[in-house]
């Protein structure tokens, strides 16, 4: 399953959203196929295995010094009022 409805209808509808976007300005984004890691390299399946992906979309925020720390998360689908809200809420 290399598709996934609600991830595209959060690159749709909530990323390009302005509001989105103005809050978003100071994180790094990163894009990942979480099928492609659990089939890769090592390196790969160590992040498989600290995210334990349960749910799809999944939006990660890690501290910048130590990237196996997570911060927070948001899990699913948001509209964007909902994500600007999680993200400022620090989720």
């Given at each position: 399953m290399d598709s996934c409805h609600w991830c595209e209808e959060l690159e749709r509808t909530?990323?390009?959203?302005?509001g989105v976007e103005d809050i978003l300005r100071?994180?790094?984004l990163a894009k990942t196929n979480i099928n492609?890691?659990?089939q890769g390299s090592n390196y790969?399946?160590?992040?498989y295995e600290m995210l334990k992906?349960?749910?799809y979309p999944r939006i990660i925020?890690?501290?910048k010094q130590d990237n196996e720390k997570?911060?927070?998360e948001i899990r699913g689908y948001r509209k964007p009022g909902v994500?600007?809200?999680?993200?400022?809420n620090k989720n």
């Open positions: 909530t990323l390009p959203d302005t100071n994180f790094i492609h890691i659990k790969s399946k160590k992040y992906p349960n749910s925020d890690t501290d997570i911060l927070g994500f600007i809200g999680k993200i400022q």
